[in-house]
């Protein structure tokens, strides 16, 4: 669940992790609930340390806190001078309990006792200031990191200095140690880079250069493993791992978004799974709606990419500017590249490949400005056929070019000299390859003929359009205006058939949805618009706090994604009108939207849900009865196993008897013996008889059971219940064992019999353990046959129950079949 601002300190012990922002810090757990919250500092925290039941916090005005965990009560607080002792650095060494050391700006260090409150030892330190504290492999032994890009590997027990280290690429940002077995330190730089340090050797080891393409911001080796986790500002987190030789890593997973925000989105294909995004960092991403582990990053734009390889991309100047916008198609993705964009003030367009997630072979630009790259004129619109053959861009002086998508030639260009007096503010071609259709700034809308490259028709606007979209299934035009208004315009008919206006501000995107019939549109007035096209009425808006860059509406029509002003993320509006009934009625002329807060940022949501989490363990546990309603018949919950092999058990025994007999234990059994059924019961102990007698006692085997003696109960009392029970308790061989102990020659007799086949007239009348009753009265007419059809009594009982059954059989048969006429009419019926 999100905290209210932006956290800027994290830490963690075993149980609960520690975030601050301002001058708060919360500890989560379970990763998701807020469980405790420490108010007390008047100044931002920059520095946490969990310290078994207690959490240290510093803040920028050098005030120190230690804090009851769960208490959440100030244990001790520790106000430092700011001019002699500004703390920049703590860490627990290992092993020194009640101990915290403490590193300065000023390059001092002293150990301090928590719990007594006392300064034990100050460190004179080495005049420069300590960004960075790490504990090392060995006890009394820490690495501090200074601001002159040196490592200290100092014994804090005897304060000598034992080896140092120097980077050049500026403060140490961070330090970790690796505990597999190799010696080896590792250190991050604001510029990225990461330097690995062999502590036998006292020397450097390798580089790992552009770990990020920003300060590296936290890095630590995974315990025991030779893998490392760093991550940055570039928004980017990685794992390294050291298997190879020369002792450096390669990046075995990352997880990674833009580090500035995107200016563009689209999904990409038709199962509404990708999102293409390009951002103002100048790359092009791809993220899943699935899962994050299907992102992937197609990388910056360059305009050399074997010269940019070469000479490393800290300070490319081979690197082209943020991708204004871009078209991408599937069709032929696997074959050459889908994806065709173009940048901002750039004249070249640049194709990208999605299979093999990187910048495509071709550069599209127009022949003359091969050589010489003039400053004032660039692509501004683009778009890729459906069959993912042909690109069509257009410039800023009105030029628009077809290029072919395969090989990256150019096959010619509408108009004689130009297509539009203006700049081409929108281009689209429909989804037959028949028609392209080109907007000017001049407020001309023009179509030409795809191939022939002839002009068909022009349309005067009333204005200057700012960007076009078309519904290539539709055939349905939306144009934004400069002067915030959106016209939609059919491309059959070459009409504008509906106006909309409503926006206060410039019209950024525009979405249509999968089936046509809405027009989605953002605009700087930090409103989101759907317009109901058949209506032509306004039927949903709402408001945010930041403007919707970009959005884009899934072809499967179950997510709205959106881009916002400075922000990292894409964010996803589900669609309602899918699983609840929406009345899309159109909203009043003078509705005013309330602001909706962003997805995933709720905290009042947040809050509720937790709640509703806690009281759910004293929730009444739902408990179903054995029948909602007396019409219904209804099935007993047991597992098939009790009741669906009763007809065949003697077929199953007899595939299951053992080929040897069993071995009789030399030693007195570990676990103690139990009765077999269901329920365990501990079987008494024998008496051991070394002269056995052979005489069968027939006493023993004509005790009566439970359920005989239920059943002689019921004959009385006429309720079967218990006896159903006692039944539905035992498991296949036992019931077979109690139905044939009820005839006469099992020990039975024919008043037990008949009390049976009442209770089983009792199961059939109240229509509940329907399943039950078919299969004991099968297993019990198997068994008794020849005794009930000598019996008058067993006779008249069994016709009644035939007749019973029967009923109700006819009732659920008629039921079955109405229930299967609608489904088969539902699936062959065109709706």
Known sequence: NALLQDITCLAADRMLIFASYGDVFHAVARNKEVVHTYKGHKARIHLLQPFGDHVISVDVANVLIVWDIQSEEEYLQVVFDKATFAVSAILHPSTYLNKILLGSEQGGLQLWNIRSNKLLYSFPGWGLGVTTLAQAPAVDVVAVGLVSGHIIVHNIKFDETLMKFQQDWGPITAISFRTDGHPVMAAGSPVGHIALWDLEEKKLISQMRNAHSTAIAGMSFVPGEPLLITNGADNAIRVWIFDGPGGTGRVLRSRMG??????????????????????????????????????????????????????????????????????????????????????????????????????????????????????????TAVDITSCGNFAVI????????????????????????????????????????????????????????????????????????????????????????????ISVFDIETRKIVRKFSGHHGRINDMTFSPDGRWLITSSMDCTIKTWDLPSGCLIDCFLLDSAAVSLTMSPTGDFLATAHVDDLGIYLWSNRSLYSLVSLRPLPADYEPSMVILPGTCPLEDVDVAEGEETCDEMIEYDSPEQLGEQLVTLSSLPESRWKNLLNLDIIKKKNKPREPPKVPTSAPFFIPTVPGLIPRYAAPEQENDAQSKVVNIGVLAQKSDFYIHLEEALSTNKYAVPLNVLKDLGPSNIEIELRSLAPEGGGSVEVMLSFLRMIGMMLNKKYNFELAQAYLALYLKLHLKIVSSEPSLLEEVSRLSTQLEETWIHLRTLFNQSLCVLTYMKSALL
Not at 400 to 422: I, P, T
Not at 473 to 480: F, N, P, R
Request: aromatic share 8%.
């Open 258 to 379: 833009h580090s500035a925000p995107p200016t563009k989105i689209r999904y990409h294909g038709q199962n509404g799974e990708q999102i293409l995004s390009a951002g103002q960092d100048g790359t092009l991403q791809s993220f899943s709606t699935v899962h994050e582990r299907f992102n992937k990053s197609l990388g910056r734009g360059s305009i050399n990419k074997k010269k940019s390889k070469k000479k490393g991309l800290q300070h490319d100047t081979m690197a082209l500017p943020p991708i204004t916008a871009f078209a991408s198609e599937v069709a032929h993705q696997s074959d050459w590249d889908g994806i065709v964009a173009c940048h901002q003030g750039y004249i070249t367009c640049t194709t990208w490949n999605y299979q093999k997630t990187s910048m495509g072979i071709h550069k599209l630009r127009p022949e003359e400005f091969s050589k010489n790259k003039p400053v004032d004129i660039y692509a």
């Open 394 to 485: 257009g410039m800023s002086t009105g030029r628009v070019d077809v290029y072919n998508m395969q090989s990256g030639l150019h096959r010619g260009c509408y108009g004689k000299e130009r297509a539009h007096e203006g700049s081409i503010r929108g281009l689209a071609v429909d989804g037959l390859n028949q028609l392209t259709i080109t907007a000017g700034s001049e407020g001309l809308i023009k179509f030409w003929k795809f191939k022939t490259k002839d002009l068909v028709h022009s349309t005067d606007l009333s204005s200057s359009p700012s960007g076009i979209l078309l519904h290539r299934d539709s055939g349905i035009l939306g144009i934004a205006f400069d002067d915030f208004s």
